[in-house]
């Protein structure tokens, strides 16, 4: 396992990548982004019944499934407030309840051996000399549909990036203070955004032009 400082460095990485895609692929339509969320989608079905040798293979299947579909999401929702938090709050109390499923589960018996377990469509792995750094396509698929979600506000890029690391930031940080091992993302994100959403409006008020004085 990675130590927390060199995971979280790998995320904000990871997470400053992710913002960056909307803008590199704005020119591209709604068919294009359908035609790679399926492609990816069925090339790793494929490698769920035979898995890839390199893992970078699966790596990039990972990112453009995660990609394409993180825009056809964000520009799927209104650029607004409300709406995009209602989602991020449902999938918040999804989440919550999943990761509870599996910790419950992962008590009832013995857990599989890592070096048993071969790689699996939907995760996104960088084996390095220090450990394994692994993070989940849904992740991914998230960090891209907030930075589209605010890219479309005309916002810019360091407000986009803003909540996934901060979401990372937060997430790290209540593992360090509970020793936790098995967290839901999602609501760390959440705060993550709303969050950033306050920082927004705050610099968006102190960012107006002054009113002109009259003539005298």
Known sequence: MLPIPLALALSI????????????????????????????????????????????????VVLVVAWSGGLLLGRGI???????????????????????????????????????????????????????????????????????????RGASYLIAFLPGALGFLLADGFILVTKLGILPGIPFFTAGYVLTEGLHRYVSRHRAPPLAEPDR
């Open 78 to 152: 209104a650029p607004r407030f409300r709406p995009f938090l209602l989602l991020f709050l449902c999938l918040s109390g999804l989440d919550v309840l999943l990761t509870a499923g599996l910790s419950a589960s992962s008590t009832l018996g013995p857990r599989t051996p890592v070096s048993s377990t071969p790689l699996r469509f939907g995760d996104f792995l960088l084996v390095l000399l220090w450990g394994r750094f692994e993070t989940n396509l849904i992740d991914i698929l998230l960090l891209t549909v907030l930075a589209e979600h605010w890219r479309r």
């Open 13 to 60: 990485a990871l997470a400053l990548v992710c913002s960056a895609i909307p803008w590199l692929a704005r020119s591209l339509g709604g068919r294009s982004l359908a035609i790679g969320l399926l492609a990816g989608i069925t090339v790793g079905l494929v490698g769920v019944a035979r898995p890839f040798p390199p893992y970078l293979w699966a790596d990039l």
